[in-house]
């Protein structure tokens, strides 16, 4: 398959690194470009909150195993259900439940059954997404658009977005959890930032967690307090960091996915989301796609000037997609695989 890039337009301990991403999509759009930075977000957040949150995020027992999880990716405890109503932020109460097999969707057979082109698509929050019902989410609209156009065949989109993950541990958990449900092909969702060290992160925390314990303070009465300063040392280091550099942190992970797709035949999407990425991530994208075999690459990008912005993200200081938003992207992505002829296309 020919190579193309296409342009259209302790449990605290845990906790904190569960929702790293959650707190680090801290852009709004402007013009379709992100703005701001992890200073100038918090710096908004001070404004508008208190230091800690006046609503915790109730997720302590969705990461599983604790200290005695071993994997080196964020998974979900199958079976759990809760409401969700924002962390940094008070948001709508959306419902989450997760499946037998720990991702954020509906029961699924191993077994494809027949007449049946299954999707798996990777990605951290935006995938998941934060702030969302369920059949409002990435997955679940391409699902819908795909199922409301095709003809012949019924389509799946499997959600195995989870928040907090950075691009290794989206392709781990591929390999783990998602292989095994014999895909027709596989969408991974970059985010901007996929590129923090997830090593270093844990680090922070992790030292940071010690710092708050040594004082006789419950680090869990200070998780954002604890946040900020991980999140602005990770933003100086990205910031003095050789972009080169900071791109290996997706580039290896995004190397093994292909490497894994390739070998079962199994397509490979790579999605930017306008308003998510930057300049340099999109090119450096292309031009993995450009010397990959059997990796698409696509930005999907959405007429941001023809809505306001409360319109496309759910809260000036939690810049996730709405519904609107994610249904616009779902149309764009479903636009570039009909294009690139990467689906049976037998139109109603």
Request: hydrophobic share 35%.
């Amino acid at each position: 398959m020919k190579l193309k890039t296409v342009n259209l337009a302790g449990k605290g301990v845990i906790l904190m690194l569960w929702l790293m991403a959650l707190l680090t999509l801290v852009y709004v759009l402007e013009e379709g470009k992100p703005r701001g930075s992890i200073s100038y977000y918090f710096n908004k957040l001070e404004e508008s909150q208190p230091e800690s949150p006046k609503y915790p995020p109730r997720w302590i027992e969705s990461v599983k195993g604790g200290e005695n999880y071993t994997k080196n990716y964020s998974s979900m405890i199958p079976y759990h259900e809760q409401l969700f109503d924002g962390y940094i932020v008070r948001l709508e109460p959306t419902h989450v439940k997760i499946n037998s097999d720990g991702f954020r969707d509906r029961e699924f057979s191993l077994e494809k059954p027949i007449g049946t082109f299954r999707i798996i698509m990777l990605g951290d929050s935006l995938v998941f997404g934060q702030g969302v019902e369920l059949n409002n989410s990435l997955p679940k609209q391409l699902e819908f658009i795909l199922n409301t156009n095709q003809n012949n065949l019924a389509y799946e989109v499997l959600n195995l977005g989870v928040q907090g993950q950075n691009t290794f541990g989206e392709v781990e958990l591929f390999k783990d959890e998602g292989l095994k449900y014999n895909p027709d092909m596989v969408i991974i969702i970059f985010c901007n930032n996929d590129i923090q060290d997830e090593l270093l992160t844990r680090e922070l925390y992790l030292n940071f967690t010690k710092e708050y314990h040594d004082k006789g303070l419950n680090p869990e009465d200070y998780s954002l307090e604890i946040h900020r300063k991980v999140l602005q040392l990770i933003e100086s280091k990205i910031e003095h960091t050789p972009f080169n550099e900071n791109w290996k942190i997706v580039e290896g992970p995004l190397e093994d996915l292909v490497s894994v797709t390739q070998k079962r035949n199994i397509p490979l999407m790579i999605f930017s989301l306008e308003g998510y990425s930057f300049e340099d991530a999109d090119n450096a994208l292309s031009n993995f796609a450009n010397k990959n075999n059997d990796a698409y690459f696509a930005q999907a990008l959405i007429n941001t000037k023809s809505y306001k912005d409360e319109e496309l993200i759910l809260h000036p200081l939690d810049a996730h997609p709405t519904p609107l938003a994610y249904t616009l992207y779902a149309e764009k992505i479903y636009e570039t695989l009909i294009k690139q002829g990467l689906i049976p296309y037998n139109q109603k």
